[in-house]
């Protein structure tokens, strides 16, 4: 099992940028991916972005294209999202989860931060 916790929400203007990071614990060397997603009041939950963990192959929903970066740091069992170009529509609580296999669903799950964009 993979332990999971998000930081770096905030309120930002729109236009502005923020970061997101995941720390993992537990089975960090052992899953295919880990991946962004985020939910909006009222909205089913939204594919962001994701990584291969032994590749750095990144994925993104088209929504993010071009304005949000998913990276990682091994070392640091870490996960990133840069957002720039911040809109008032990516305003959601953001999760960060992991895959242990290829072809399997997100099995471990952040608590979850909020990101609020302002116009």
Not at 54 to 63: A, C, I, L
């Amino acid at each position: 099992q993979v332990q999971l916790v998000e930081s770096g929400g905030g309120l930002v203007q729109a236009g502005g940028s923020l970061r997101l990071s995941c720390a993992a614990s537990g089975r960090t060397n052992s899953y295919y991916a880990m991946g962004w997603f985020r939910r909006a009041p009222g909205k089913d939950r939204e594919f962001v972005a994701r990584i291969t963990w032994s590749t750095g192959r990144t994925y993104y929903g088209d929504s993010v294209k071009g304005r949000f970066t998913i990276s990682k740091d091994n070392a640091k069992s870490t996960m990133y999202l840069q957002m720039n170009s911040l809109k008032p529509e990516d305003t959601a609580v953001y999760y960060c989860a992991s895959q242990m296999y290829l072809g399997t669903n997100f099995d471990s799950w952040g608590q979850g931060t909020q990101v609020t964009v302002s116009s």
